[in-house]
C-alpha cells in the first residue's frame, strides 16, 4: 500500500574500515545525483560508533515503491557506483524500503543542512 508521506529508503553496508575513505570517493558524487533527483526529500548517511566500517544511510522520497524499483534504482549512476563499491563489501548490501508515518509521528526541529 503507497503511504500519503512517501518512502524510506534504508541501506546498510559493511566495509573494512581501511576502505571507508576509498568509498566516500566514489559515494560523494553518487550522493550529490542523488540529492538533486526532485523527488528525494531527505538523505542523511550514518557510520557505527563501534564498527567504522559499518556504514548506513536513510533516503526519503515521495513516490511509490514501483516507483523507486523500476526508475530511481535502474538509473545508470547508480549501476555505475554499485560496479567500483561493491568489491569493497564484507558481505550482500542490506537494504529495506518502508512507508513513512508523516505527521503526528514525524518532526524536523531544524535544517542541518539546506540544498
Request: charged share 25%.
Amino acid at each position: 500500500m503507497a503511504s500519503p508521506h512517501g518512502i524510506s529508503l534504508q541501506i546498510t553496508i559493511h566495509i573494512d574500515p581501511k576502505n571507508v575513505d576509498e568509498f566516500f570517493k566514489h559515494f560523494k558524487p553518487l550522493y550529490d545525483l542523488v540529492c538533486a533527483e526532485p523527488e528525494l526529500h531527505f538523505f542523511e548517511v550514518y557510520q557505527s560508533r563501534e564498527d567504522p566500517g559499518t556504514l548506513s544511510w536513510v533516503e526519503h522520497w515521495n513516490c511509490t515503491v514501483e516507483w523507486l524499483q523500476e526508475v530511481q534504482l535502474k538509473k545508470e549512476y547508480l549501476h555505475e557506483f554499485l560496479a567500483v563499491t561493491a568489491p569493497l563489501y564484507l558481505g550482500p548490501r542490506e537494504a529495506v524500503i518502508r512507508n513513512r508515518m508523516g505527521p503526528p509521528y514525524s518532526v524536523w526541529k531544524d535544517a542541518v543542512t539546506k540544498a
